[in-house]
């Protein structure tokens, strides 16, 4: 068994460490400005993963970053790997040896696997017995020669989706590989990769500066590219485009409060895009501000890569924050043009706007009769109609606006009809909004659209209106039962209908807006909507299934404990708010003294009664003979009342608080009671009285599931 050193900056014995600097840069042709953030995270932690799978100490590591490189400093790395001890475990010593006391073929054979004779082999005492040890202690390899294979397999681990060949060479990697910089101190470790020798020149500047440079000491990497016009530390640089662009749009009329709109996908991938970072003011024609301000800085972000800029109020500015990879001597120029640029992608939003609100958006929705959501499912014209069954339900049950829900589900898809949408299709919803109340629709109605589509992702906010969150919870509820019913559950990596995350949605719909509203009836009403030759009433097991293992994921998120999971699910709590209050009720009281006393006088409970048949359905106080017996009866019954009105107030956290009187005369019960007793009448009266008491227990959660005598992740 070889022993790994973790990362450290101490010293240990047998292995000194210096003031060392490894160095390795791999310099390649653009990579995917969308890729680099990901790409140098996981390049500094396989280099990281892989000097502590090779036992080499070191100080810190830093990584830098552009699209043209990945490169990694390590600091006060050491000069030698660490010594490794390896030790294995042979056959026990009666095995080992005949009557004679000469060795038999399990040992001779164990002692040459290992490369030795039988008589260096080791024999230590353990509690099984004496057993036959192999041990040896192994020098550690200089790091300079462990340094390209560990480099080779770091980047074969590094996360790229699809590789590529250039060249006649058989290696692969995101992008041709240009230049190779491999160094320990002043020295250049000899290696090859891709055909790339290992030497001491990086890429310069493309435009600023040397084309190339020549790095003379591995710890001047930083400073010699800053010479360059390059700074290639990647959070430095990330840091200075995000100073930059706060300290010009301070520049614009204070009176507007300016300021960015700092996007961290856009940040990143200008962050890529740069190795100088100049921020450039521009402007936009005022008059684009009457368009949906989404579209505006969606355009801006996506197709551009510019920072747009709002007022106090969150409003759009007739502004943006472009980022230059040079210094130019005519910023004017750049700023003009990048303005040319941006003028035409506006012109076309705002002829998109304009023709799009020539039809309403009811009139649009026979148009859904052409657009296919699934063959078997039908059109989406077809799943807005299951919406708005479903939908219209919802509100009778939580006594909504029916009549807005009707109106909201209706329209919920039409946008996709829209020009708008086809060429900004992650603005749905959105975009149905503005033109809902261009149409006059009511304020509800209008909101409901854009939020039916929340939560997208976990964290995302949530509907703020009913009936929003009414056509959220059944444009959920028909994505989830449609996409069963035609066999698209999702299996490993797989999910087509992003059924996971519309089950997550449902939950947090569901328990956020502590909707008295039962899964089961809702699936059970809703799986009417679809076509019968679908049979999707088949997989509602199926589909409860699938959302009770979300909700055991949702509630581990939350940092409750599988066990106590398990106990509430177990007793099926119609509400998933119900559910949660539970649980939180649970892990509050784990740590309450009478805790772990009663868990496991429920679980004996449990066990009992699993054995048995209880014949009698009430407690009959004139049969207790037993003070044990009576006293524990006694708080039984005292408990009742109590714990009845707690948990019709949901007031589990109280209920548990009454449980727990129960406690010692549950203890004293079991220490001094038979409950199998030979006599029937009295040992079905004992019995009658445990089932009482599960029964109490069970009304928040079946606790004899729950092991508090250890932590349970």
Request: with cysteine; hydrophobic share 45%.
């Amino acid at each position: 068994m070889s022993q790994s050193m973790g990362q450290s900056t101490g010293q240990s014995a047998g292995q000194s460490m210096n003031e060392s600097t490894l160095l390795i840069e791999l310099g390649v042709a653009e990579l995917p400005t969308a890729a680099v953030e990901q790409l140098s995270q996981a390049f500094l932690t396989q280099i990281k993963h892989c000097l502590d799978e090779k036992g080499i100490r070191y100080g810190s590591a830093k990584r830098f970053a552009t699209a043209r490189r990945l490169a990694v400093q390590v600091h006060n790395i050491a000069a030698t790997q660490a010594e490794q001890h390896i030790e294995k475990r042979g056959p026990a010593l009666k095995a080992a040896k005949d009557a004679d006391g000469n060795w038999t073929k399990a040992a001779s054979g164990f002692a040459a696997s290992c490369g030795v004779a039988a008589d260096d082999l080791h024999i230590d005492s353990t509690p099984k017995g004496d057993w036959l040890f192999f041990r040896q202690t192994v020098a550690g390899k200089p790091t300079v020669a462990l340094i390209p294979d560990l480099f080779q397999a770091a980047l074969a681990d590094l996360p790229i989706a699809k590789r590529m060949r250039w060249g006649s060479r058989d290696e692969s990697f995101v992008r041709p590989v240009l230049t190779l910089v491999m160094m320990l101190d002043d020295t250049v470790i000899d290696a090859e990769l891709f055909g790339v020798k290992s030497g001491n020149t990086t890429l310069g500047h493309r435009f600023h500066g040397d084309k190339t440079r020549t790095i003379l000491h591995a710890n001047a990497y930083e400073k010699n590219l800053a010479d360059s016009f390059v700074i290639a530390d990647i959070d430095k640089r990330r840091e200075t485009i995000v100073q930059q662009v706060n300290a010009l749009v301070a520049t614009i009329d204070a009176a507007h409060g300016a300021s960015p709109v700092i996007d961290a996908g856009t940040l990143d991938e200008v962050n890529a895009l740069v190795e100088h970072p100049v921020a450039i003011l521009g402007e936009f024609d005022a008059r684009y501000l009457r368009i949906p301000q989404e579209v505006l800085i969606k355009t801006m972000q996506d197709n551009q890569k510019y920072f747009a800029v709002v007022d106090s109020e969150n409003k759009i500015l007739p502004y943006f924050v472009t980022i230059a990879n040079i210094a130019s001597e005519h910023p004017d120029i750049v700023r003009v043009g990048n303005q040319r640029v941006i003028e035409p992608r506006f012109a076309d939003a705002e002829f998109f706007w304009e023709n799009d609100q020539k039809t309403p958006l009811i009139a649009r929705r026979d148009a859904l009769k052409h657009v296919v959501y699934q063959a078997k499912l039908g059109s989406v014209f077809d799943r807005s109609e299951r919406m708005t069954t479903i939908a219209q339900w919802l509100a009778e049950q939580l006594d909504y606006n029916r009549d807005y829900a009707r109106r909201a589900a209706q329209l919920a898809k039409c946008d996709l009809t829209t020009e708008m949408v086809f060429e900004f299709g992650e603005l749905q919803g959105v975009i149905g909004q503005y033109y809902a109340k261009n149409d006059g629709e009511p304020h509800e109605v209008t909101t409901a659209i854009r939020e039916h589509y929340l939560p997208k992702f976990a964290g995302d906010a949530l509907p703020k209106t009913q009936t929003g969150l009414v056509i959220a919870l059944a444009d959920k509820i028909e994505n989830l039962i449609g996409g069963f019913a035609v066999g698209a559950k999702p299996t490993g990596t797989k999910d087509a209908y992003g059924l996971r995350r519309a089950t997550i949605g449902i939950i947090r719909l569901l328990d956020n807006a502590a909707l008295d509203l039962a899964l089961a009836d809702l699936l059970a009403f809703a799986a009417q909507a679809f076509d019968p030759a679908l049979s999707a009433e088949k997989q509602l097991n199926d589909i409860q299934s699938y959302i009770d293992e979300r909700l055991k994921g949702y509630y581990h998120d939350q940092g409750i404990r599988y066990d106590v999971i398990e106990a509430v699910l177990a007793v099926k709590p119609a509400y998933t708010h119900d559910a949660t209050a539970r649980c939180q009720a649970l892990m509050a009281f784990l740590p309450h003294e009478a805790a772990d006393n009663l868990f496991a006088a429920n679980k004996r409970i449990s066990n009992i009664l699993k054995k048995t048949t209880v014949t009698q359905s009430a407690v009959d106080t004139q049969k207790l003979t037993e003070t044990a017996e009576k006293t524990l009866a006694a708080a039984t019954s005292h408990v009742k009342s109590q714990l009845n009105a707690a948990i019709a107030q949901q007031d589990y956290a109280s209920a548990l608080n009454i449980l727990s009187v129960l406690r010692q005369p549950l203890d004293d019960f079991f220490d001094q009671v038979m409950v199998m007793s030979d006599d029937d009448s009295e040992r079905n009266n004992r019995l009658a009285l445990l089932a009482d008491i599960r029964a109490l227990f069970l009304q928040i959660a079946d606790v004899s599931t729950i092991d508090n005598s250890v932590g349970n992740g």
